[in-house]
């Protein structure tokens, strides 16, 4: 039977990072690419971690209900296709979904066994770079008095999900730290499972 593992993390985290150094270590273990109504941005590529969807597409997969989970975040939707999963169970690998908190419990709902896992970093390198900078002597006055309260009210629009929901917890210091963790997680739960 294959399992269900759902990544999350606070915003920041370096999650891209570790599920894909995870990805390429373990055999049996595929990963859902999620899809999205966001622009594609100039910095990705063809390995964003997304498929890009038109907004009506995606509404139209939503009316159908081909997603095991999706969310609105900044006015973009995101979300993981269930085909992914079936896809999975049909080739007998396990599935490494990533999702947002809303997305870990609409999963949850749907496949109750599956392992919710929020990996955190020490420090999250992005909100601290962008904070520390604010204050730096070299930031300008625009950045500090017009840029700055913009960026902080994204932020606040993401919640930090309450730990005590998941069933797996990861704190790390550097990207492969967190992959080394959650190679060890899903093997315990393999090896639980057997």
């Given at each position: 039977m294959s399992i269900?593992?759902?990544?999350?993390?606070?915003?920041?985290?370096?999650r891209y990072s570790v599920v894909n150094s995870v990805c390429k270590v373990l055999d049996g273990l595929d990963l859902a690419i999620p899809c999205t109504t966001r622009?594609?941005?100039?910095?990705?590529?063809?390995?964003?971690?997304f498929v890009f969807t038109p907004l009506e597409r995606f509404e139209?997969?939503?009316a159908h209900e081909e997603f095991l989970e999706y969310v609105n975040i900044l006015g973009n939707y995101y979300g993981t296709p269930h085909k992914f999963l079936?896809?999975?169970?049909e080739n007998g690998n396990?599935?490494?979904?990533?999702?947002d908190y809303r997305?870990?419990?609409?999963?949850?709902?749907?496949?109750?066994?599956?392992?919710?896992i929020l990996i955190l970093p020490a420090q999250p390198a992005l909100a601290k770079d962008i904070f520390s900078s604010a204050v730096s002597p070299g930031s300008s006055l625009l950045?500090?008095?017009?840029?700055?309260?913009?960026?902080q009210k994204v932020f606040s629009q993401f919640q930090v999900p309450d730990r005590d929901k998941y069933d797996h917890v990861?704190?790390?210091d550097r990207p492969e730290d967190g992959a080394i963790r959650l190679i060890e997680v899903i093997r315990t739960e393999r090896l639980q499972r057997q």
């Open positions: 269900l593992f759902i990544i999350s993390e606070v915003f920041g985290s370096g622009t594609s941005r100039i910095a990705d590529n063809q390995d964003s971690g139209l997969m939503i079936q896809q999975a169970r396990d599935l490494l979904v990533q999702a997305g870990v419990e609409q999963i949850k709902e749907k496949v109750p066994d599956a392992i919710s950045f500090r008095e017009v840029l700055l309260p913009s960026i990861i704190v790390y």
